[in-house]
C-alpha cells in the first residue's frame, strides 16, 4: 500500500497541519510539544491520562487522594465540556483549529525526551497508520443541505466533504503516537485506557444528541450537529484503530484472542435523535451489500458487539469483488436472500437437505454422478490402530477400495461443509477426482496421507464414535487443514496482493465453511497451520494473509478479524509453560468462548453440538453425548454466559443449564421468531460454583417489592420525561411481572471489580454499564 505524506492526500487538520506542512511534520511537532523532560526518571512509563470527569486526584500530597464525583457532579462537567465544543463552532472559517484546541485538553501527555531521539521513526510509523484508515466515519442521520458552505471542503454538500468528518483530529494523532510508543517500548499500555476513551467520548456523543434536542433556533442544532459530527470521526476512527491493533499486537506476540474482551465493549449512546450506536451499527451494515450475502449471517456480525461501531463499507466492497456473480443459498431456488430476522428462515442454517453429494475437482472430465467412486476397505480401515486417514501410496485408484494408515504428522485434514456435496459416508465412498485431488495436494506438501470425514468417519455407531473421539488429535497433529469452502475455492489467487487478502477474509466471514459447528472445531484444533483451497486448486496459507494484513492492509479490515480468532495461529498466553506445553495449550478455549461460538453454529446432526462443545477445550478430552453429562463435570462457569436463548435442561439441580450451546431463537405458534439473545463469552464476570443443588453466584439485584400498579406510578410510566433506566424498568414491568406482585431482576458482577470493607460497590463499580 503506497504511503500518504501530503496535507492533500491525507485530509487532516488543515490548520495546524498547513503550518507544519506535512502530516510528518505536524507528527513529529505534537511529538515534541508533548515531551517532557520530567518522565526522563522512567522513560517507560510515561504520563498519559485522560480526563474521565469521573474523579479528581489531588496531587500536593504525599499519598495520590481521589474524590470521585457525584452523578450530578458527573453530569455538569460533561455538559461543560460539550458547551464548550459547541462555542468552538462559533466562527466557521476558524472552527476545525477551535474544536481542535478545546479536544485536545481532554488527553495529557507527557512523553520522555527519548521519544525525540526516535521522531522520525515513530513519525513515520503514524503516518502509516493514518493512511490505513478510513478517509470518513460512517455518515450520521441528519440534514447538511442548510449547514454553510465554510464548513465544507468543496461546492458540495455531502457528509465525505464536511471538515470535521473527513479530516483527523490531534488527539488521533497522539493516540496512534501512544500505541507506537509502546510498540517501541517507550511507554506502557492498558486496554482500560483504551475503553476509557470511547465510553467518554461516546458519552459526550450522547450528551450532544440531548443538547441539539433541547436547541429551539435552527442555527444552534446546526452547531450541535457539526460538534457530533467531530466527536464520532474521533470515537469510530479510535474504536477501529484499537481494534485492528490489538489484534495485531495479539498476533504478532502469539497469545490468545479471548483474553480481556470485556475491554473491547463499551456503552451504547444515541448518535443522533432517534438513533443509537446500535441501530446505526445496523443500518450502516445493510447499505452497499452484495445481492449474493446472506443477511441472517450479516446480522449475526453486526449484532456482535465486538463489531459494534465498526465501519462496514470497506468490507462490502471487497466482498463483491470476489462474490462475482453467486448464486444465494439462502433460498431453493438461489434468487433470493432470507429474511436476516432469524434462522429458520434461511436454508444455509435450517431445512437444507442435501441429497447430492458429487462434487467433482474442475479437472474432472465426466462432471457427473456416474463417475466412479473409491469406497472404504473395512478390513484396512479396522487394521489400524488410533485415527485412520487414506494412505496416498497404498490406495490404488483401479482397485476402487481406499486403503488406510495412521493419521500423523504428515496428514492433510480435510474441512468442508456437507452441503457443498463433498459428504457421504465411507460405504458411499469418494469421487475419484476428489481423491485424486487431495492426494496430490498431500504430495506437494509432502505428505503421506490425507483426512477427510467423507472416507474416515463410518456410519456405523462404535466405530463412528471411536473416529470422533481422535478428531482433535487428527486435527490438533496434522500438518495442514485445508479448507474447502464453494465460495472460497472460486477466488482466483494466481495475482496476490493485499486487496486480495482483504477480499478473502470478507470472504471467509461470510461463507458456509464459518458458519457451522463442526469447522470451528476443525479449525481451532488446526489453527496453526489453516491453508485456503482456492480457484484451479492453488492452495493459500491463512497465516501468511493475516501477516499481510497486519503489515500494510486497511485498519477497517484488521478490525473484523477478531471474528475468525479461533482459525488464527496463536500461542499460549502464559510464558511460564514449556514450547511444548505452550504448543499443546494453543488449541483450547475455555467452556464459554467455545460455548458463544457455537451459539450461532449449527450441526446439521442432533446431539452432534453437545460432542463438539465438550471436545473444544482440549485435546485430550472425551467426547460426551448429551448435556447432563456434559455439565456434572464443570465446577463453575461465569455467570454472564448463562444469558443467552439456549434451551435450559429440565433434571432437578440443572434447569439453570444450557441443554445445548445453539441459541437460535425458534418461531411461535404464529410463524413469529422469538428475540435470539446470543451466548456471550462473559469472561469478565464472576463464576457461579457448580454442586449437585445448582449454581451459587453473586449477582446484582433489583427487586420489584410492590404492587405494579403503584410502581408504574412511582416510575413515572406515562412521564415524557422518564430516563431511559426507568423505561426499561417499566416496560420489563409490564412484559413479565404481570400475573404476581413481585419480581426480581438479576445482572452478572464484573468479577475484576472489588468490594470494599462494608460489602458496598466501590465508585468505579458504581460507574460501571
Known sequence: ??????????????????????????????????????????????????????????????????????????????????????????????????????????????????????????????CDYISRLPRVPTALPGDRGDLP??????????????????????????????????????????????????????????????????????????????????????????????????????FKHNQQYSQNLFYQWFRNFDVSTGTTLKELTKLSASKHKAASLCLWTLALLHSDPQCLGLDFDLVHERYRNVSGSALNRCSADGTRSCSGLHPNACLRYRGLKVKDQSM????????????????????????????RAVSVAATDACSEKVKYCKASGRTIAISHVWSHGQGGRPHHGINLCLHQRYARIAQEFDCDSYWIDTVCIPEDHKLRKEAIGYINEVFYKSHAVLVCDKDLMNIDVSKPNVELYESIVCAVLFCDWNSRAWTVLEGLKGRKNIYILCMNNQVLEFKTLVQSLCDTGHLNILAFMSQLVHIVPCDSYDRNYSPSARELRAGQVVLEVG???????????????????????????????????????????????????????????LTWAPKTPYAMSTANRKGKSQVFYRALSSQETCFASIDEQGITAEWYQYYFQEPETTLWRRLGFNDSKMTATQIELTTILRKFVRVGRYGCLLHPVNETFAHNENGLLTGEEAAMP
Open 1 to 126: 500500500m503506497q504511503k500518504l505524506d501530503t496535507i492533500h492526500e491525507l485530509s487532516v487538520e488543515s490548520g495546524e497541519v498547513a503550518k507544519a506542512g506535512s502530516m510528518r511534520q505536524w507528527v513529529v511537532q505534537i511529538l515534541a510539544g508533548d515531551v517532557s523532560e520530567t518522565s526522563d526518571l522512567h522513560p517507560q512509563r510515561c504520563h498519559y491520562d485522560w480526563d474521565e470527569f469521573t474523579h479528581h486526584q489531588d496531587l500536593s500530597q504525599q499519598v495520590i487522594v481521589i474524590r470521585r464525583y457525584t452523578q450530578q457532579e458527573h453530569q455538569l462537567l460533561v455538559d461543560a465540556k460539550c458547551e464548550e465544543l459547541c462555542n468552538a463552532t462559533t466562527n466557521p472559517a476558524s472552527h476545525l483549529t477551535d474544536l481542535d484546541r478545546c479536544f485536545s485538553s481532554l488527553l495529557i501527555c507527557k512523553w520522555s525526551t527519548v521519544v525525540m531521539q526516535l521522531r522520525q521513526t515513530i513519525a513515520d510509523e503514524v
Open 149 to 250: 458552505s465554510e464548513l465544507f471542503s468543496g461546492q458540495e454538500k455531502a457528509w465525505d466533504k464536511l471538515l470535521v468528518a473527513s479530516q483527523h483530529s490531534k488527539n488521533i494523532v497522539r493516540c496512534i503516537t501512544l500505541r507506537v510508543l509502546y510498540d517501541h517500548k517507550i511507554c506502557e499500555w492498558t486496554d482500560h485506557f483504551a475503553q476509557t476513551v470511547k465510553n467518554c467520548v461516546g458519552e459526550l456523543i450522547d450528551a450532544t444528541v440531548r443538547q441539539s434536542r433541547a436547541a429551539v433556533c435552527e442555527r444552534d442544532k446546526q452547531r450541535w450537529f457539526i460538534v457530533r459530527a467531530y466527536l464520532w470521526n474521533f470515537w469510530q476512527t479510535c474504536r477501529t484503530l484499537y481494534a485492528a491493533l490489538n489484534f495485531k499486537s495479539n
Open 595 to 653: 460455548g458463544s461460538w457455537l451459539s450461532h453454529r449449527p450441526a446439521s446432526r442432533k446431539g452432534d453440538d453437545i460432542v463438539i462443545w465438550s471436545l473444544l477445550p482440549g485435546h485430550g478430552t472425551k467426547a460426551l453425548q448429551n448435556a447432563v453429562d456434559f455439565w456434572r463435570q464443570q465446577c463453575r462457569v461465569h455467570t454472564g454466559f448463562l444469558l443467552s436463548s439456549a434451551e435450559r435442561l429440565k433434571q432437578r439441580g
Open 360 to 387: 467433482h475437482d474442475h479437472t474432472c472430465s465426466d462432471q457427473n454422478a456416474a463417475e466412479r467412486k473409491l469406497t472404504w476397505d473395512k478390513a484396512s480401515y479396522t487394521s489400524v490402530d488410533g485415527p
